[in-house]
């Protein structure tokens, strides 16, 4: 199995970092394209582990997809006929793939998707998807690991609470009432910027949607989907990881094809800790003056525009560095703490109840065997063997491989002694 084997970083950073398309964004667009038979160009799709699977579980559902990785081009549309079924072996290596089931109720009328069961990070049901549905028109059975959604007459508009703003039943609804009969209203939806790029790719393809960014979106649907380019906006939690590294590095690193007004949380955080952060367009510059020491904070994650979910493991690990104590509340996921074990097998003080974590900064780590206990645990032990003493070994690199693109050449780029080991 691959590692990564990353050497203390020394020295002050003085660098510039290109951000890639967002993994999170893509996956639903992805589907969405597959509403229209006609072909889609979308750019600036991350060649990725996760990109790569979802491609294969639409080719399996009926897609035609071609993937340029030298360009991150991607030409995709519905082919017709494919299975209407998402079985478990994709489902198990993609959550996401569950997103396939708004498709296929909007294009076959039926879906049969693998329940995606737990994983690592928390239970995550699927109930608030399913209810949407089912407020649609749809009948819902569930049985033998298999949930089998079937709306025989077609979906129909209807409004939906949704009891937490859920990010992917928000996707996946939308993507069932594009085309439903009559309007649909998610009320309490999320709001995250993925929200908006798959809103603005679906009205490009000819859906009428409005409110998204907001908590009510309303969809209108029509009776047919066209073709449309897009590109995909930069990933806002490669922006903010590599926010965190600047910060844990010291000196300057200038992010580019990044959007401000997607990191506000963290880079709020950041000034509060003592960094420097300049906003242009496209571009982030973080700065750390030599005379600075970092500061502890205290966070809780919540749906956007709160502090996200997925930079709580790396902040966790700029926090073992900062001076002070800094408390982070994960409110999100209920189990995502555990590259707090890894880190303390580097020397770290955290302490756990519940849902938060006590963090005594300022004690040195040491280079160890670690693992990436998930995508975003991974770039917490990044963070960690950045300046954890000697050398430090990550296994389960995998994790990390789903969602940061290219990621050992960009660190390499800015002066870290990265190896990617099989
Ligand atoms: C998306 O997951 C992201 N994944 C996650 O990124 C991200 O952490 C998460 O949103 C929160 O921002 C993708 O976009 C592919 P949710 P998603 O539905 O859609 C509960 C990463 O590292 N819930 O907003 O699965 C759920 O259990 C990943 O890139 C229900 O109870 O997140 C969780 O506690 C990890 N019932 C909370 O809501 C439901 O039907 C938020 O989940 C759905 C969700």
Redesign the pocket.
């Known amino acids: 199995m691959a590692k990564y084997v990353l050497q203390q970083y020394k020295g002050r950073l003085n660098s510039r970092v290109k951000i890639s398309g967002c ?2 964004a893509a ?2 667009i992805m589907c969405a394209a597959t509403l229209s038979t006609e072909t889609s160009t979308i750019s600036d799709i991350p060649d990725l582990i996760d990109v790569n699977i979802m491609k294969d579980i639409l080719v399996h559902l009926g897609a035609n997809i071609q993937y340029d990785k030298a360009s991150k081009t991607m030409t995709i549309g519905y082919g017709g006929n494919g299975s209407f079924e998402a079985p478990y072996d994709m489902v198990d290596k993609l ?2 793939s569950v997103l396939s089931m708004g498709v296929l109720l909007a294009t076959k009328g039926m879906a049969k998707v693998a329940s995606p069961g737990g994983c690592p ?10 209810k949407g549905f089912a407020a649609m028109g749809a009948e819902i059975q569930q049985g033998h690991g298999y949930v089998m959604a079937m709306a025989s007459r077609g979906l129909h508009g209807a409004t939906i609470y949704l009891d ?6 928000t ?1 996946n609804i939308m993507l069932a009432a594009v085309t439903a009969r009559g309007e649909t209203i998610i009320d309490n939806a ?1 709001n ?1 910027p ?1 929200i908006v790029d798959l809103a603005s790719f679906l009205s490009s393809m000819g859906a009428d949607i409005s409110g998204a960014g907001t908590d009510k979106i309303r969809i209108q649907g029509v009776n047919k989907l066209h073709a449309a380019d897009h590109t995909i906006m930069p990933d806002r ?1 490669e922006t903010e990881s590599f926010m965190a590294i600047a910060a844990i590095l010291g000196g300057r690193l200038e992010i580019v094809n990044a959007i401000p007004e997607h990191v506000k949380p963290v880079t709020a955080k950041l000034r509060e800790m003592g960094c420097v952060v300049t906003e242009e367009e496209g571009c982030i510059v973080v700065e750390t003056p030599e005379n600075v020491n970092l500061k502890s904070v205290d966070i809780k994650t919540l ?2 525009p709160g502090f ?3 930079m709580q493991a790396p902040f966790t690990s700029l926090l073992c560095k900062t001076a002070g104590t800094g408390i982070i509340t994960e409110t ?3 189990n995502r703490f555990l590259h707090v074990q890894e880190l303390k097998r580097m020397g770290a003080n955290i302490k756990i109840d519940g849902r938060t974590a006590y963090i005594e900064g300022g004690l040195p780590l040491t280079g160890t065997k670690v693992k990436a206990m ?3 645990a991974g770039m917490a032990m990044i963070l960690a063997g950045l300046f954890a003493d000697g050398q430090t070994e990550i296994d389960n690199i995998y994790h990390i491989e789903r ?1 940061y693109e290219d990621l050992p050449e960009k660190l390499r780029s800015m002066g870290v002694e990265i190896a990617r080991i099989d």
């Open positions: 993994k999170n996956l639903p959550r996401a990070i928390g239970a995550r049901p699927i109930d608030l998807h399913l937490f703003p859920s990010v992917g039943a996707e999320a995250e993925e939690i749906p956007h996200p979910t997925d999100v996921f209920e998930d995508l975003r969602g």
